[in-house]
Nanobody
């Protein structure tokens, strides 16, 4: 079973930047499509960015022009570069297979955008 660990979240002011990291227990990011999801308490978990096994990236409209999804050359780590952050980006961010996420989710990493 693949294990995923998210890190890099924190508290930033509007307009600031963060880079989230998803570390996999094995090489997966060229084999599976993967993505970043986010969830606000009381709301559904939404896919905000994904990268296919072939490296094609797709962003949700709400983050286009601000976020970038990528993976490292070893295909063991995935990143979400988040620029020009807005308060509405505040959420817990998770990584998982995309589409069709595995049923087991990690702890996620909290991103809070506030002045």
């Amino acid at each position: 079973q693949v294990q995923l660990v998210e890190s890099g979240g924190g508290l930033v002011q509007p307009g600031g930047s963060l880079r989230l990291t998803c570390t996999a227990s094995e090489i997966i990011f060229s084999t599976y499509g993967m993505g970043w999801y986010r969830q606000v308490p009381g709301k559904q978990r939404d896919l905000v960015a994904r990268i296919t096994g072939g490296g094609r990236t797709v962003l949700a409209d709400s983050v286009k022009g601000r976020f970038t999804i990528s993976r490292n050359n070893a295909r063991t780590t995935m990143y979400l570069q988040m620029n020009n952050l807005k308060p509405e980006d505040t959420a817990v961010y998770y990584c998982n297979r995309a589409p069709d996420p595995w049923s087991s989710w990690g702890r996620g990493t909290q991103v809070t955008v506030s002045s």
